[in-house]
């Protein structure tokens, strides 16, 4: 299938590009012919966010986005932001403290997942051909330039032979394809091998995110208001922090972000979240409600200096697939639509000139280093080397001084050169952590959390969940680490079972994965890759 321009991923990012092209294409009287593919069952399945919204690219794609029914109705109210000092203590951090990125005055807590349905509707109405449930799983090339994606095949049992129902995936070629699929993915992190995009930048870096949405008593709503915690669970060594937003219709979204440079290999992120919700600041929200989504999904963290080269021949990054998001703002969804019209474009100036002229994208990465995503980042660059070099009491400081004195334009530019993998100690040098049973009112076990996810893969199928060398876990990770990636995983997927052999055994419950890709990135050996499954597998989210 051809078309003039392929874009994977439905997420804000590739949403905000189709929408921009179609802008352009009807200004300029022209024809375009755009197709968006996403892995998820329908736009939204596969989205997770906090979220807090800065409107600002939004006000600049549809200006009428109100009038337009957009799902962004519950404006900030208020922001408390909480020091929690261990398993009672807590000291309210007055808004003077608070780096100024980090407050949300004229900000509003949205469903991204419900914001990215709306963006499909207003791209479908545009003319952009959208389809779900196919998910890209290969970059095609052609003369060393990237001509499209194919789509993976349907059908295959987990052999790799085709059942009776098996379905050829599909070609779809275009003349530039914008790759836009979200915090680490499988086809951008191979382009970054192919085309050695990463050659001149720190590593990326990652936190593991970990939501639940709860209908709470009345009584305790306010509706609007924006809360943030940093310290306990979490040590002083290990960034992270937690949210929770209280939206419409009685509901809260709450969660833990946990960075995945953390080097203990006995902490578990899905553990610290059910602890960190028993905290009396979290609990007298939640006593008498009822939890009813769960999710998580890895975010970027590494800001300014881990940003890739962008382009290559015949296509691009954006979004959170090249990293955009804003670590001092705590928010990513903003500069991943911006990016993603900035992508749009480019792109439409190359097809006016015409192939032969623009080859390789260039003018792109010069929208973004002119656009205000750029200004952000770089003013929030020194904000995550910081909490990874100070720790959190004095990175917190430290961001402090930065953003509200200096207001981000300190004359020296910080980095974090370690891969997140690469910071564990061997579990003989680190510390146990003992974690209290769910009690199955505040705090759940993993299996029934995924349960609420409504995750669903196909389990004859081929394991998406790929071992470069299946020994690996078991003869170096477990006695190396107490294999970690039963902790890590927030899904239940990974566990060490006995044999039939007696012998220790690694076992895969690919089913249960929530694609939160957290296994591809800290795996202590680089020995988990993830590559997408049969399309339309994985989370059901309906309103993350």
Not at 120 to 140: D, H, K, R, S
Not at 290 to 315: C, D, E, H, T, W
Not at 328 to 334: E, F, N, P, V
Not at 384 to 392: S, Y
């Amino acid at each position: 299938m051809d078309f003039d321009v392929v874009i994977v991923g439905g997420g804000p990012c590739g949403l905000s590009a189709a929408c921009r092209l179609m802008q352009m294409a009807a200004e300029a009287g022209q024809e375009l012919n755009v197709c968006l593919v996403e892995k998820g069952s329908e736009i939204g399945a596969h989205i997770l966010s906090g979220a807090v919204l800065e409107p600002r690219a939004l006000d600049e794609l549809f200006p009428d986005w109100s009038d337009r029914k957009a799902p962004v109705t519950v404006a900030v109210a208020g922001d408390r932001f909480y020091y929690l000092m261990g398993e009672k203590g807590a000291q309210t951090v007055p808004e003077f403290f608070v780096p100024k990125p980090s407050r949300n005055h004229g900000n509003y807590i949205v469903s991204l997942g419900e914001l990215c349905r709306w963006l499909g509707e207003q791209a479908e109405a545009l003319g952009v051909n959208i389809f779900p449930g196919f998910a890209a799983a290969e970059v095609l090339y052609e003369d060393g330039r990237v001509v499209g994606v194919a789509t993976g095949d349907m059908g295959r049992d987990a052999n790799g032979e085709p059942k009776p129902a098996f379905e050829r995936g599909y070609e779809l070629r275009a003349r530039y394809t914008l790759f836009a699929e979200g915090c680490h993915g499988s086809l951008g992190k191979s382009l970054m091998e192919k085309f050695s995009l990463r050659d001149a930048c720190d590593p990326q870096h990652y936190g593991i995110g970990l939501k639940e949405i709860w209908a709470i008593d009345p009584a305790q709503h306010e509706e609007g208001l924006v809360v943030h915690t940093l310290g306990w669970p979490l040590d002083n060594s290990t960034e992270g922090g937690g949210f929770l937003y209280h939206a419409k219709d009685n509901q809260v979204y709450l969660g833990l972000i946990v960075a995945l440079n953390y080097s203990n290999p006995n902490l578990s992120p899905f553990d610290e979240f059910q602890r960190w919700k028993q905290h009396p600041v979290i609990r007298r929200t939640l006593e008498g409600g009822k939890r009813i989504a769960y999710g998580a999904r890895a975010v970027n963290k590494g800001g300014l200096q881990s940003l890739p080269k962008l382009v290559f021949p015949g296509g691009l990054l954006a979004g959170c697939e090249a990293g955009f998001l804003n670590g001092a703002k705590i928010k990513g969804s903003h500069t991943a639509m911006k990016t993603g019209m900035l992508a749009a474009e480019s792109v439409f100036a190359a097809l006016a000139n015409g192939d032969g002229a623009q080859a390789t994208l260039a003018d792109y990465e010069e929208r973004v280093r002119a656009s205000w995503v750029y200004e952000e980042l770089h003013r929030a660059r020194n904000f995550g080397p910081a909490m990874k070099k100070f720790g959190n009491f004095l990175g917190a400081a430290f961001a402090w001084v930065d953003q509200n004195i200096f207001h981000g334009r300190l004359p020296f530019t910080l980095h974090s050169r370690q891969a997140d993998h690469a910071g564990l100690k061997k579990v003989a040098d680190a510390r146990s952590i003992e974690y209290p049973q769910p009690d199955g009112v505040i705090s759940f076990d993993k299996l029934s959390s995924v349960f609420l996810s409504s995750t669903n893969h196909e389990e004859n199928q081929v394991c998406h969940l790929q071992l470069t060398d299946p020994a690996i876990p078991i003869l170096k990770n477990l006695p190396d680490y107490a294999e970690p990636a039963q902790r890590y995983c927030p899904a239940g997927v990974y566990e060490v079972v006995d044999g039939d052999d007696g012998k220790p055994r690694f076992q895969i419950n690919a089913q249960n994965c929530v694609h939160c890709k957290a296994c591809d990135i800290k795996d202590p050996a680089q020995n988990i890759n993830w590559v997408v499954p049969e399309g339309g597998g994985g989370p059901n989210y309906s309103g993350m």
